[in-house]
């Protein structure tokens, strides 16, 4: 779909009060996508907030009601969107997911926008549909559904002329990240999970950090799952049927560091040579100067857990090294530097595992978010490896039957 810009739209970044928005349609039917978020800048609500799109068929405006559009957000709405079996919809203040059919229904999915209450819009041509969260109210040439609380239930319901059925559910925007879909079994299902999903054939494979997100809802749900060699009663959760086997047990590894070398001075860096300077990646000679710590793994580590090492540092640039050879670097953004074991396994176990830190300047020239700096203190720059950990990954595997 071709692209196209509102006539009133922001001539420079430093316009933080003009809305930036744009449409992406063939005529007919798009996506109203929105973006009030800028890097650096404090990007502040934009109020009473409506959208006038001049299709071929007439101007259309949405919503209903001016709305808030929050700091920091960002989305897309449809309109004229294709509901299947000869249904559509008019907009709606919620972001389309996907959605999957079976011989009883198809089932659309959306994502609510934090700050922005979930509304439908239906043309008002004798189309039957049932609020089963919120309510409906008719107005001129259309029906709108409102007042809707996200859940993994379905929200709205809508009967085509042949009687086949179109449900909607609207999930909220943190449940909506936990969305997955694939084939399984030979036909498309959505899967609602905070761990991470992997098909295998008969078998889905939930692997987590978090012992508790070892649970999962799927929709439509197979007649039967088996987990550890029994089958596994579900629960009802909303459209959802949810799999829930017994968390495994709790993993705890012991592990240590030392400091081997002090950081020296911090390096000057300098910005490269090219159109737009930046700061210049440390050299090999200035790893002399970096403070220094040998980690200690535990004897045994369970490399089936597939381990995870976790480096709580702060610095400039962090390099890991196992029998002097580089596994790893790290540019230092406020994050963790998380290195999997498993991949260097056996000889991690056993080996000399460094971490090298080059101390940051707290003046240095280098972009980092406010919640990412280190605390410097009285000190001009850091060199610091502050914790090590060992999280393992959990996994249950379930298989259809």
Do not use: C
Request: glycine share 8%; charged share 20%; net charge neutral.
């Amino acid at each position: 779909m071709p692209a196209a810009m509102p006539d009133q739209h922001p001539l420079k970044k430093e316009d933080v009060d003009t809305l930036r928005w744009s449409v992406r349609s063939d005529g007919k039917s798009g996506f109203v996508f929105v973006n009030n978020y800028q890097r650096l800048q404090d990007m502040p609500p934009k109020k009473d907030a409506q959208f006038l799109l001049n299709l071929p068929s007439g101007p259309l405006l949405f919503p209903q009601n001016p709305v808030a559009i929050p700091s920091d957000a960002s989305f897309l709405w449809p309109f004229h969107l294709d509901l299947g079996h000869g249904l559509s919809l008019n907009w709606a203040t919620a972001q389309p997911l996907t959605a999957v059919d079976d011989s009883q229904a198809r089932t659309i999915f959306f994502a609510a926008i934090n700050g922005v209450p979930p509304q439908f819009s239906f043309p008002e041509n004798g189309l039957e549909v049932v609020a089963l969260a919120g309510k409906m109210t008719r107005q001129t040439n259309q029906m709108i559904a409102d007042g809707i609380k996200p859940g993994p239930g379905v929200a709205l319901q809508l009967r085509a002329a042949d009687g086949r059925l179109v449900q909607i559910v609207v999930l909220d925007a943190e449940l909506s990240l936990s969305l997955w879909k694939e084939t399984w079994q030979g036909r498309d299902r959505v899967f609602l999970t905070r761990a991470g999903v992997v098909l295998d054939g008969p078998v889905l494979r939930l692997t987590s950090t978090n012992r508790s997100d070892l649970t999962v809802g799927i929709y439509p749900a197979p007649s039967a799952v088996e987990w550890a060699g029994q089958m596994l009663a579900s629960q009802a959760d909303g459209i959802f049927q949810r799999f829930a086997p017994a968390a495994p047990r709790a993993a705890d590894f012991a592990v240590s560091f030392q400091n081997l070398q002090r950081a020296g001075p911090p390096r000057d860096i300098l910005p490269g040579k090219i159109d737009q300077p930046v700061a210049t990646a440390p050299l090999d000679a200035d790893f002399g100067k970096a403070a220094v710590w040998r980690i200690q793994l535990p004897a045994g580590l369970d490399q089936d857990a597939d381990p995870i090492l976790r480096l709580h540092y702060a610095g400039d640039v962090a390099r890991v090294t196992l029998n002097g050879k580089l596994l790893t670097d790290d540019f230092y953004n406020g994050s963790v530097l998380e290195i999997g074991l498993r991949r260097y396994a056996p000889e991690i176990l056993h080996g000399d595992l460094r971490v090298a830190i080059l101390p940051l300047r707290k003046d240095a020239p280098i972009y980092m978010a406010r919640e990412a700096r280190p605390d410097f203190g009285q000190t001009g720059s850091v060199a610091d490896l502050q914790r090590v950990e060992i999280t393992p990954r959990y996994q249950a595997q379930l298989t259809a039957r």
